[in-house]
Nanobody, 123 residues
Framework: QVQLVESGGGLVQAGGSLRLSCAAS????????MGWFRQAPGKEREFVAA????????YYADSVKGRFTISRDNAKNTVYLQMNSLKPEDTAVYYC????????????????WGQGTQVTVSS
């Protein structure tokens, strides 16, 4: 089992940057694929970015490609989401998720989820 805790959210002006972190418990973090998702008020949760267990491959939603970067540090049991050139439409609660299966990478079917961190981008 994996427990996930996100941090790093906050209020930022459009064009600014934030780095989200997701700390995972357990000694098997390096065997999990990790994803970042977001959910805006009144909208469904959507995929943002994912990274496979080794860090060797990453995936992004078209809406964030070129602006966001996902990375992981398996020694620290942590996955990051660097967000640059933020836009008001990036405002949402951001969640990290973990799963051993590659088949769920860009879906919401991950087994484990954090509680989320709020990101608000002002115009």
């Amino acid at each position: 089992q994996v427990q996930l805790v996100e941090s790093g959210g906050g209020l930022v002006q459009a064009g600014g940057s934030l780095r989200l972190s997701c700390a995972a418990s357990g000694r098997t973090f390096s065997s999990y694929n990790m994803g970042w998702f977001r959910q805006a008020p009144g909208k469904e949760r959507e995929f943002v970015a994912a990274i496979i267990w080794s860090g060797g491959s990453t995936y992004y939603a078209d809406s964030v490609k070129g602006r966001f970067t996902i990375s992981r540090d398996n020694a620290k049991n942590t996955v990051y989401l660097q967000m640059n050139s933020l836009k008001p439409e990036d405002t949402a609660v951001y969640y990290c998720a973990a799963d051993r299966h590659l088949s769920v990478l860009t879906t919401t079917k991950y087994a484990y989820w954090g509680q989320g961190t709020q990101v608000t981008v002002s115009s």
